[in-house]
């Protein structure tokens, strides 16, 4: 089998916002309403129900220890990378226990991100989020878009950059990475990339070639 990579487009809940949970919650409900966004919670939580129950049923026959886990966010591997994993479990983020399941089951975690992109986009939505009010958090996101924008390349660089070095002959990768990111252009052209279309045979059908 050669250098395969799964792609996992996902939508990030609420759980996984960190220190900013609460002022991003209050601004999406501030601008779609209440019961839009918990309707939106329940499609992002059945989403993840429904990856769960896919991921569980193609890789039942694959060997664990010949999978390599890319999470986005995630700037550290190993033993501290699986703490951090198990710390956002906690959060009762239904992706980290997803990831946390491979783990247990033999998949390894390597280090996805650079921990410095990170912090410098966490700090400009930090700046966006706390804004008093919704016509200055407007003027904060038109500022800083460039850069955000520019940010999102550069990490998507950087991790297909991480698989590139990690992932080794007859070895399974799964990245699971928020729907804005595109890393297929950064990708080395060694790797088998499959962007997941949810539909079982086709992955099946993909990861037998």
Known sequence: MRKKLLIIPVAHSEAEMGSLRDDIAKMIEGVIGEDRRERH?????????KLKELLDSILKDVDREKVKIYQ???PIGGEHGVKLVEECVKTGSQNFQIVSSLI???ATLEKT????LLKEEYEILK???????ANEREKLAEKHKKRLYELTEERDRYIAGRIKETLK???LGILFIGATHNILPYLSPEID???C?????DIVEWMSK
């Open 72 to 74: 986005d966010g995630i």
């Open 104 to 106: 247990r089951n033999g």
């Open 197 to 201: 279309n949810y539909v079982e045979r």
């Open 41 to 49: 919670r329940k499609e992002v939580s059945t989403f993840w129900n």
């Open 169 to 171: 002959e007859g070895m």
């Open 193 to 195: 990339a499959f962007v």
């Open 113 to 116: 991100e650079d921990a410095q």
């Open 127 to 133: 700046d966006i989020v706390s804004a008093k009010t």
